[in-house]
């Protein structure tokens, strides 16, 4: 592999460990249930420049492809991992992305590429590529077989501004999942691809779900019960995504998943948000989606100059990292030490770490 074009961060011991309170018993028992299957729906396990800010990242960016994080994930015990690209409009940039990346699996030894879920075996970690949404595709849906061939294997119908399939979440009115759209479904399910709603709008997100013959996902969202943003989903779209057999992904990039009425988002408010899809439509259909990255996520924030889903009338700093839930190496431990801290019991846990992934993508991969 060439050197990159600008210094990256590293993928591991960038942060201190963050405190769990665990006894000999509970690490034993979190390194236990690590032992199974698990996955992240969504990540960018790739590695920031550092220092970042506008210069680094506009040279970074301008290479067109990423760095994985090899250490920071072989330390993760993740079987498998849904990396996604960041949202782009341009289809050769993404088939671009996509061919770095399957050439860095392909010579790594920690790490494979997954293109169905049999590849999911062994010790190294599976990587799946996904996409953020279908953009680059536009009113061609052949694309979206380009995009498969490429190798991605997971895709959001939309993104914020909404496209030709459909509203997204960040327009003030969404007319619901076009005749494109449903069009668009049916091809995903046809060649095995997962449809993700995570940045899709609340009337086209039922829609996909009601016309879905296949699970669908949210790979990285949070209840808006708890945090009134568009960024999370209210509890109409959750319960149609379980409806489908499907998951919830909950993330925990900076700004997103907090807790009305509580200051910080760290582990505790990512958490709350677990158990509350987990109550509202069972341990069955919710998971772990962090939406992170080996690197500072906040900074990429100003650097690139994007900014967090507004909420009106809330008054929310956004942190300089979520503790506990910073990168994709550390997320799946925290949140199983979370879970065995607060009583859950180990068939639920394994479900929200990795099995109720594993049904989803065998499913439809």
Do not use: C
Request: no cysteine.
């Amino acid at each position: 592999m060439s050197s990159p074009a600008v210094p990256l961060a590293t993928d591991v011991g960038r942060l201190p460990d963050h405190p769990l309170g665990l006894d000999d018993a509970g690490r034993a028992r979190v390194d236990r249930l690590l032992g199974g299957t698990v996955v992240s729906l969504h990540d960018h396990p790739v590695r920031l420049p550092d220092p970042l800010d506008a210069r680094s990242w506009a040279a970074h960016a301008a290479t067109g492809t990423d760095v994985l994080g090899e250490a920071g994930l072989r330390s993760s015990r993740l079987s498998a991992v849904l990396a996604s690209a960041l949202a782009s409009d341009d289809l050769g940039g993404l088939t671009g992305w996509a061919r770095a990346l399957r050439g860095q699996l392909a010579a790594s030894a920690d790490l494979r590429e997954a293109l169905a879920w049999a590849d999911v075996a062994g010790p190294r970690t599976a990587v799946f590529l996904a996409l953020e949404d279908l953009g680059a595709v536009g009113a061609d849906l052949n694309g979206i077989d380009a995009l498969y061939g490429a190798g991605f294997r997971a895709a959001g119908l939309t993104y914020n501004a909404g496209n030709p399939l459909g509203g997204g979440l960040g327009q003030a009115v969404d007319e619901g999942l076009t005749a494109l759209g449903r069009d668009a479904v049916r091809v995903m399910e046809r060649i095995g691809m997962v449809v993700d709603l995570a940045h899709v709008g609340d009337r086209t997100s039922l829609d996909a779900a009601g016309a879905a013959g296949a699970p669908v996902m949210v790979s990285h969202a949070g209840a808006r019960a708890l945090w009134p943003s568009p960024r999370m989903k209210p509890d109409d779209v959750l319960r149609a995504v379980a409806a489908t057999g499907g998951v919830i992904g909950v993330e925990a990039a900076p700004g997103s998943t907090r807790v009305d009425g509580r200051a910080a988002h760290d582990l505790d408010a990512v958490m709350a948000h677990v158990e509350y899809v987990a109550e509202l439509v069972g341990a069955a259909h919710v998971a772990l989606g962090p939406d992170t990255f080996f690197g500072d996520h906040a900074g990429l924030y100003a650097a690139a100059g994007w900014r967090p889903t507004p909420v009106p009338g809330r008054d929310a700093p956004l942190p300089p990292y979520v503790a506990g839930m910073e990168n994709p190496a550390e997320a799946p431990y925290n949140a199983a030490a979370w879970l065995v801290n607060h009583g859950w019991a180990d068939a639920d846990i394994a479900r929200v770490l990795g099995g109720n992934a594993a049904r989803l993508l065998g499913a439809v991969l």
